[in-house]
T-cell receptor
Framework: DAGVTQSPTHLIKTRGQHVTLRCSPISGHKSVSWYQQVLGQGPQFIFQYYEKEERGRGNFPDRFSARQFPNYSSELNVNALLLGDSALYLC??????????????FGPGTRLTVL | GESVGLHLPTLSVQEGDNSIINCAYSNSASDYFIWYKQESGKGPQFIIDIRSNMDKRQGQRVTVLLNKTVKHLSLQIAATQPGDSAVYFCAEMTGFQKLVFGTGTRLLVSP
């Protein structure tokens, strides 16, 4: 079975632009979570979606938004990019059974560089 | 590959040694904990998990210990191999599917 897939792999943007990152969960998984990982740190929670509804939001500004589609894939959007948004953006899928402790499986990430 | 963390605590061991990686968590109400392994240029990979009603859980070559009194987790890797070289993160679940990650420890295994 394919794991979590993310696109694109790498992305370079300039300050003020916006970006859309995409994630396809493991087949059968209904939950998608987004994390930001700045170099040298652990991943930081941004959003969690389950059955197309937002279930959780981390401490990120409104420039960050996300959505989940009927096929459970997800997009993360970031507007008005800042240099500090440069990071590895990780998507994790889970939720085969719907329990909060379903294991989260991470994709390879999208490396965003803001110049 | 790109580096995951440049200034992380580092544990250096010889191949065949046992490794112990420690983690302190912050929320005494957390009831689910996970260890992830992250290799350079890759996303975190699930290793093992433990619920708060347990003190110890074993997997293949790995053991996780949980001490709720002092809010401490440890990951023990038996017979460490060069392929175990990576950054290891502990994570606690603080809400529905919301993980809070620790700062990570880099494990370097020399042959």
């Amino acid at each position: 079975d394919a794991g979590v897939t993310q696109s694109p792999t790498h992305l370079i943007k300039t300050r003020g632009q916006h970006v859309t990152l995409r994630c396809s969960p493991i087949s059968g998984h209904k939950s998608v979570s987004w994390y930001q990982q700045v170099l040298g740190q652990g991943p930081q929670f941004i959003f969690q979606y389950y059955e197309k509804e937002e279930r959780g939001r981390g401490n990120f500004p409104d420039r960050f938004s996300a959505r989940q589609f009927p096929n459970y894939s997800s997009e993360l959007n970031v507007n008005a990019l800042l240099l500090g948004d440069s990071a590895l953006y990780l998507c994790a899928s889970s939720g085969e059974s719907g329990y909060s402790t379903d294991t989260q499986y991470f994709g390879p990430g999208t490396r965003l560089t803001v110049l | 590959g790109e580096s995951v963390g440049l200034h992380l605590p580092t544990l250096s061991v010889q191949e065949g040694d046992n490794s112990i990686i420690n983690c302190a968590y912050s929320n005494s109400a957390s009831d689910y904990f996970i260890w992830y392994k992250q290799e350079s240029g890759k996303g975190p990979q699930f290793i093992i998990d433990i619920r708060s009603n347990m003190d110890k859980r074993q997997g293949q070559r790995v053991t996780v210990l949980l001490n709720k009194t002092v809010k401490h987790l440890s990951l023990q890797i038996a017979a460490t191999q060069p392929g175990d070289s990576a950054v290891y993160f502990c994570a606690e679940m603080t809400g529905f599917q919301k993980l809070v990650f620790g700062t990570g420890t880099r494990l370097l295994v020399s042959p």
